[in-house]
């Protein structure tokens, strides 16, 4: 089994960025060689930190699918991906500053109705997202996408997506922003993973969980064989296309914990069944 999570409003409490409720749980999964992969829209650089506190040893998956870093020596074979920053890195989508300049472009089309990351700046991302100075400069610190907070119509949203994927790009819909990127998602990170595990694993069946709360999620949770809809305490639960679904009553990591729970009775269920 391998478990694919969201970490904002999922394993991580949406306001606090809190665990603690997932923690007992989190170590039994270890010991049980069950792997927690976060795949998230986070950063490389917020990534470190947080596997730190985690005491996480998994690969991981950033900036929603576009980059897929696998610990050297975590699988026996050698693989192929480049070394960067000390982990194989797989990537899915081309660089930030490809879409730094579409959305430049789209400046003089939408004015004064957008403001991307880059320009809301270390202080501007902390106000707007309530992490410290430190974490909103890893934040930051993006090789694939460009955040964008959007500050218009609903209406006119629609035609600005539109016209960025006119130019390209795909877009994903996150907690607060809307994430400018290539055409990758996290449900093609899990699929691209999977069969990582699959081909270097003697195990040739594995079952995955994906656990995520927002639209962001919804490629992976439909990728996953059981998906896990974390109640979110500020959105509506995504509608996902998959019949084994749970959604939580809880939200962030005591619905993680609920849901897992249950993902795994019922997965335990049907292979003595
Ligand atoms: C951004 O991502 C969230 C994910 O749903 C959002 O769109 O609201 C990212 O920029 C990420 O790097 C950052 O940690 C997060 C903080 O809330 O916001
Ligand atoms: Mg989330
Ligand atoms: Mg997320």
């Given amino acids: 089994t391998l478990i694919f999570t969201d970490l904002d409003g999922s394993l991580l409490d949406h306001h606090s960025y809190?665990?603690?409720a997932a923690e007992p749980l989190l170590s039994r999964l270890e010991q049980h060689n069950i792997?927690?992969?976060?795949?998230?829209?986070?950063?490389?650089?917020?990534?470190?930190?947080?596997?730190?506190?985690?005491?996480?040893?998994?690969?991981?998956?950033v900036e929603n699918g576009a980059g897929i870093y696998i610990p050297q020596d975590y699988f026996p074979e050698?693989?192929?991906?480049?070394?960067?920053?000390?982990?194989?890195?797989?990537?899915?989508?081309?660089?930030?500053?490809?879409?730094?300049s579409i959305l430049q472009h789209l400046e003089r089309s939408f004015p004064n109705e957008f403001i991307t990351f880059a320009e809301l700046g270390t202080h501007g991302i902390s106000t707007s997202t309530g992490l410290s100075l430190e974490g909103a400069q890893q934040a930051n610190l993006r090789s694939f996408s460009e955040p964008?907070?959007?500050?218009?119509?609903?209406?006119?949203?629609?035609?600005f997506i539109?016209?960025?994927?006119?130019?390209?790009?795909?877009?994903?819909?996150?907690?607060?922003?809307?994430?400018?990127?290539?055409?990758?998602?996290?449900?093609?990170?899990?699929?691209?993973?999977?069969?990582?595990?699959?081909?270097?694993?003697?195990q040739?069946?594995?079952?995955?969980?994906?656990?995520?709360?927002?639209?962001?999620?919804?490629?992976?949770?439909?990728?996953a064989q059981q998906a896990i809809i974390i109640r979110s305490p500020v959105n509506a639960a995504p509608r996902v296309r998959n019949p084994y679904q749970y959604l939580t009553k809880a939200c962030g990591p005591e619905g993680w914990v609920e849901g897992?729970?249950?993902?795994l009775s019922t997965s335990l269920f049907n292979s003595i069944n």
């Fill in 78 to 100: 050698q693989l192929n991906q480049p070394i960067v920053d000390g982990y194989h890195l797989k990537k899915l989508s081309q660089p930030r500053s490809t879409w730094q």
């Fill in 162 to 202: 539109a016209s960025l994927q006119e130019a390209g790009a795909n877009v994903l819909q996150g907690g607060r922003f809307l994430h400018v990127s290539g055409h990758c998602d996290k449900g093609q990170a899990l699929q691209w993973l999977t069969q990582y595990y699959k081909n270097n694993t003697p």
């Fill in 148 to 159: 964008v907070l959007w500050k218009s119509t609903e209406q006119r949203k629609r035609a």
């Fill in 204 to 223: 040739k069946t594995i079952t995955t969980i994906a656990a995520g709360d927002g639209e962001n999620d919804v490629a992976m949770l439909e990728a």
């Fill in 18 to 20: 809190g665990f603690s």
């Fill in 35 to 61: 792997p927690v992969i976060p795949a998230t829209s986070k950063t490389f650089a917020e990534l470190i930190p947080l596997r730190d506190s985690l005491d996480n040893h998994h690969p991981f998956i």
């Fill in 260 to 263: 897992v729970m249950y993902c």
